[in-house]
């Protein structure tokens, strides 16, 4: 569950810090089509197999719609047939949060980005997937951009 920050309306870290880049939601309302403002700053789920990057199989990084910190890379990324792009591992650790999430009636883990506090999606564990961690991050698309690397 994230805390909030009554000067901004926005998510803290969960040790009560503020996030490094911090907007109104007013300026998050500017930045982010109304779309991206569901997912990355209402926690909202885009529609199963919808994504443009759940198919990508392109080299390159992802980073966060909103923020522009890298997160992910296709080296990571793999098909689990969830409906939406997931990924083993993160770029790096320090660049994803995660919290308890007790929405729709049941215990996940929420994945957001560290840089900005933006929604990203859930990572389950222990599902069989034959990968190095055992994890999927299950990320929503419109929570990421992609820049392809040759």
């Known amino acids: 569950m994230s805390h909030s920050d009554p000067a901004n309306d926005g998510p803290l870290r969960p040790d009560g810090t503020p996030f ?9 309302n500017e930045r982010l089509s109304p779309a991206e403002y569901q997912v990355l700053r209402k926690s909202g789920t885009e529609p199963a197999f919808q994504g443009e990057f759940t198919d990508n199989k392109a080299k390159g990084t992802y980073s966060c719609r909103a923020c522009g910190s890298e997160l992910f890379t296709s080296d990571t990324k793999f098909d689990s047939q969830c409906g939406w792009p997931s990924f083993y591992t993160p770029l790096a650790q320090d660049r994803v949060l995660y919290l308890e999430d007790r929405s729709g009636g049941r215990i996940r883990t ?6 900005c506090g933006g929604h990203l999606g859930h990572v389950f564990e222990g599902e069989g997937f034959d990968t190095p961690t055992d994890l999927r991050f299950c990320i929503n698309s419109i929570s990421v951009n992609f820049a392809e690397t040759n």
């Open 20 to 28: 490094p880049v911090v907007l109104s939601e007013a300026e998050w």
């Open 110 to 115: 929420e994945v957001r980005c560290a840089n």
